[in-house]
């Protein structure tokens, strides 16, 4: 056993001394003093100060429980239930003692050769105990003395504690249990009936990120904790950490904290963005170019027109100085186009952000329009969650462009903003390629799992977190053998695949994250 393991297990024995038989040499309870000694019973909290080798460790919270046997006064019984130390039982202790007063003062003194019947307890021996205590006016004081033969150690405790009024709280919990660290997949959850809290982490951490890992935490009111909040701990290479919460009456509670398990990460911060150079025209668009796409190449082909001096989507932080919900974000915005490129533009243009390809080219029907966006990118895990955040203002003047000939203004509508992640079968039965665009995104036979936002109406100017799970479509599970493709699917406008949207609805989004395993 290593020296820190001697420390923990000597504080134990501090326990278990208080339980120590007191000297046989006593005068029944009575000193020279007085005719009776007074009821000294009751539980009393104080600190444990365990030296080794005159080495002395950190106090160590501890409450000892006193009561009568039988009517007198004098005679008491020490008892501790279902010790345990490092998550193994000692065992159960209940010592009588005799108690003498003199001048008001209540002591005790005594020997015993401690020894325990379980399988950890057995490992300690047999350990020469001597004690040593007082109490007087509701405070005790205790030093004790113990041999520990098989390891040559020689320890002394020193206790010092208050009476307890019977009224103190006994709950002992971890109420909330937070790790702010970008690899944080699931934040840690809180099991108290199994004493347990487990957090989970993306495949990418390293045993060196999880090292240093600081847990911020709350406890019961009036209770005490060790590790105290906010230090860091090691939870690298399996390692887990206990955490002792000791109520105000002295009940104690043992968290075990370990990480449950890990997840596949796919995230998108927005954080680099970068001009994109088609012929004579160039657009701003967030890196990486092969995985995220915007229709910004059909703006740019309306800008040479002069139908529009504005993007669909720009990086929010440096275009209009709006700062994202970390960093930098992708703002979309719907913009009313109808006439531009010689008709060749839709009444409504939806601020849109994807992962896959935009395939510009110019084509006048709008149902081939939607099949210039190409969705999806290879993904191969199995995906549990979709989460971010979003800011979104809707726009005044609700646009219905779903017929070009025959395009309604001003209807009245409310704009709200899409935001969803669709899984989908990668091949078709033959082998070939499958590749969805705006007209069968959500309707194909290949739609395996999605994840979308409850609710896109205005946040009034402020961002809002997401975190939803991915739900199965009818008929649909996931299949490890097969080949699959993420879509990430962002809109300004939710209908603004029908041509329709309010003009000037804006969207901003950052750190898109796809939560798998």
Do not use: H
């Not at 440096?318 to 533009?345: H, M, N, W």
């Not at 959500?442 to 999605?450: G, L, M, P, R």
């Amino acid at each position: 056993m290593n020296k820190r393991l001697f420390y923990y297990l000597f504080a134990v024995l501090c326990t278990v001394t208080l339980f120590t038989s007191c000297s046989d040499d006593d005068d029944n309870g009575k000193g020279d003093d007085q005719t009776e000694v007074a009821d000294i019973s009751g539980n009393y909290k104080g600190n444990l100060v365990v030296s080794i080798n005159e080495q002395p460790a950190d106090p160590i919270s501890q409450v000892i429980s006193i009561t009568k046997s039988g009517n007198q006064t004098s005679q008491v019984v020490l008892s501790l239930k279902n010790f345990s130390f490092g998550g193994q039982l000692v065992g159960d202790i209940e010592v009588p003692c005799m108690v003498e007063e003199r001048e008001g003062t209540q002591s005790f003194s005594g020997q015993k050769n401690l020894t325990f019947t379980t399988p950890f307890g057995q490992l300690l021996g047999t350990l020469p105990t001597s004690v040593n205590g007082t109490v007087k006016d509701g405070k005790i004081s205790m030093k004790i003395g113990v041999t520990v033969t098989a390891f040559e150690q020689v320890v002394d405790v020193d206790f010092d504690g208050n009476k307890m009024t019977g009224n103190e709280s006994s709950e002992a919990k971890i109420l909330d249990f937070v790790i702010d660290r970008d690899f944080i997949t699931e934040q840690p959850v809180i099991d108290d009936e199994n004493g347990t809290i487990t957090f989970k982490i993306s495949d990418t951490a390293t045993d060196d990120d999880l090292k240093t890992l600081i847990p911020i935490f709350k406890i019961s009111d009036k209770a005490t904790v060790s590790p105290v909040s906010g230090v860091a701990q090691n939870f690298s290479g399996g390692n887990s950490v206990e955490y002792t919460v000791i109520a105000e009456d002295g009940t104690i509670k043992v968290y075990t904290v370990s990480i449950a398990g890990k997840y596949n990460v796919l995230k998108y911060s927005f954080e680099k963005w970068d001009e994109v150079t088609s012929a004579t025209m160039k657009w701003p668009s967030p890196i990486p170019f092969d995985e995220l796409a915007t229709a910004n190449q059909g703006v740019a082909y309306l800008k040479a027109f002069d139908s529009t001096n504005k993007y669909n989507l720009s990086d929010g932080a440096s275009e209009e100085k709006e700062a994202g919900y970390k960093g930098s974000a992708a703002k979309l915005v719907t913009q009313y186009t109808k006439g531009a490129a010689f008709g060749f533009a839709p009444a409504i243009t939806p601020g849109s952000l994807f992962t896959g390809k935009f395939e510009f080219k110019a084509v006048l029907d709008q149902k081939e329009q939607l099949k210039l966006t190409k969705f999806g990118i290879s993904y191969t895990k199995k995906p549990l969650y979709f989460k971010g955040a979003y800011k979104y203002k809707a726009g005044e003047k609700f646009i219905d462009g779903s017929n070009k000939n025959d395009v309604k203004e001003d209807t009245g509508d409310k704009d709200q903003c899409g935001i969803y992640a669709l899984l989908y079968e990668a091949m078709d039965k033959e082998g070939n390629d499958v590749i969805l665009d705006g007209s069968t995104i959500t309707n194909s036979e290949y739609c395996v799992a999605i994840a979308q936002i409850k609710d896109g109406s205005d946040t009034e100017s402020k961002w809002v977190e997401f975190n939803e799970e991915f739900i199965y479509f009818d008929g649909k599970t996931y299949d490890s053998s097969k080949k699959y493709k993420m879509a990430i699917v962002c809109s300004s406008s939710k209908a603004g695949d029908s041509f329709k949207g309010a003009v000037n609805s804006t969207l901003l989004v950052d750190e898109l994250e796809i939560i798998g395993e």
